[in-house]
């Protein structure tokens, strides 16, 4: 006897709940590394100023004056804020010298840093690729100098993170505070490298880009950082065996075998758990995004493609009455202006696609392609996301999007013959008439 469609519908919802658990396991693992790394005296020689103003320091036993010294010859950091660099201390009070003003020995490859950042943050990542780190700043916390809530500014979609190196000056404060997803984590600076026993160490903390996090008040010496922006080095891959999580790829087997899950076949989506850099420009795709997936982001994709499917990457916007997703990135702020179009219209002629609309604007010339979501999505607000966000610095060509991984179904018994899709039209889920959805990869 065939099962009841309630019943059905509950076994499909249950099979559901176990993979987003299972996928929620990958999101509790760390969005962060952290440690201390023994070094040498050599390591810690600092050469900072211009040309007949500079001086040395060797940072593994300064005297204050010296560290005083190399605080004064600091400019004060401002922050990014609404594409543009703004000067506020009461948000970010700190000290800084661009790359190009100061040169150390310290080198994060030699030492073996970057290696011990890639096992850490990304040994659990599935196709774990090398990584490089690029010098970004030099920056000095001195008594009363902190720097409130704000994620990284990206550059680029291969930056995937950030790694601190705290070097070894006496002080009290400045603890590193990183949240994500719910999940927080403090990293104390001044008592990590407060034991000099074993001769000089550096402190690190290395996170995801899109991590939060707040730099709380120095109360006593100074705190002096180097900041390095770390990318998926793509130039000098590393041979790679894919590995996949059996648990996730057994309840998707599960699901896709159920007749009620998408029984006519169409589209199904999940929305990441991290955020990543989009490009300002509009029409640039966002497909090479699928090479610097993170966590448990890659973890899905490794399943995916395991089971034969070729997921796209789509930018979800709220526009009005309606959700439109595109794989190419959108003209928010032409569409948000165009009072005298429909700005719904303006999207799909950009590449949109339409998968939600009020039923009280509906338009029956308009085609609806509804998304079966595992995981929810977080929508792309025109404004507040796309621009208004604290960063260390202003971006121009990139800020930071959510987006969703999606993917099309055939029907049951031929799930790969994603090609049919929903052609034949029919009745969905609830019994409503299916139409034509003639989207294809």
């Known amino acids: 006897m065939s099962q009841s469609k309630p019943s059905a519908e509950l076994e499909v919802k249950a099979i559901q709940e176990r993979l987003v658990n299972a996928l929620s396991d990958h999101t509790q693992q760390p969005f962060y590394c952290s440690g201390k790394l023994k070094v040498t005296s050599n390591d810690l020689i600092l050469y900072y100023g211009e040309e007949e103003k500079a001086s040395r320091i060797d940072l593994s036993g300064p005297n204050e004056n010296q560290v005083k010294a190399l605080a004064d010859a600091c400019t004060k950091a401002s922050f990014g804020m609404n594409q543009q660099d703004i000067l506020d201390e009461t948000y970010r009070k700190a000290g800084k010298i661009d790359n190009n003003h100061f040169a150390l020995n310290f080198n994060p490859v030699a030492t073996g840093l970057l290696e011990r950042v890639r096992g ?40 995937f993170g950030s790694l601190v190196v705290v070097l070894p000056t006496s002080h009290e404060g400045g603890a590193l505070h990183l949240r994500h997803s719910g999940k927080a984590f403090v990293y104390d600076s001044a008592r990590e490298l407060s034991s000099k026993a074993e001769g000089p160490s550096i402190g690190y903390a290395a996170f995801y880009s899109d991590v939060e996090h707040e ?163 977080k929508r792309i607000n025109v404004l507040d996301t796309f621009y208004l966000a604290y960063g260390n610095d202003a971006s121009i060509e990139h800020v930071y999007g959510d987006i969703a991984l999606i993917f099309r179904v055939g029907k049951p018994g031929a799930r790969m013959d994603t090609a049919q899709g929903e052609e034949e039209g029919g009745e969905d889920e609830d019994g409503d008439e299916e139409e034509e959805d003639a989207m294809s990869y």
């Open 120 to 159: 850490e943050l990304l040994g659990l990542q599935f196709e774990v690729p090398n990584i490089r780190a690029e010098l970004y700043k030099l920056n000095v916390y001195g008594p009363g100098s902190f720097f409130k809530s704000h994620v990284d500014t990206p550059r680029g979609k291969e930056m």
């Open 215 to 377: 730099v709380m008040e120095v109360t006593s010496g100074y705190r002096i950082t180097l900041t390095y922006n770390l990318y998926f080095d793509r130039t000098n891959p590393r041979p790679q065996t894919p590995i996949r999580d059996e648990t996730v790829s057994s309840i998707l087997s599960e699901l896709l075998s159920q007749p009620t899950f998408v029984p006519k076949g169409g589209l199904v989506g999940f929305g990441l758990t991290h955020k990543y850099p989009i490009s300002t420009p509009a029409r640039e795709r966002l497909r090479p995004l699928l090479d610097c997936l993170k966590g448990a982001d890659a973890a899905l994709l490794a399943v995916l493609r395991h089971h034969g499917f070729d997921p796209l990457l789509y930018a979800v916007y709220d526009i009005e009455d309606a959700v439109v997703i595109s794989e190419t990135v959108l003209n928010l702020q032409n569409i948000n202006m165009s009072y005298d179009d429909n700005p719904v219209e303006e999207a799909l002629n950009g590449g949109g696609l339409l998968i939600e609309r009020d039923d009280s604007e509906y338009q029956e010339s308009k085609k609806v392609h509804p998304v079966k979501w595992i995981m929810p999505t």
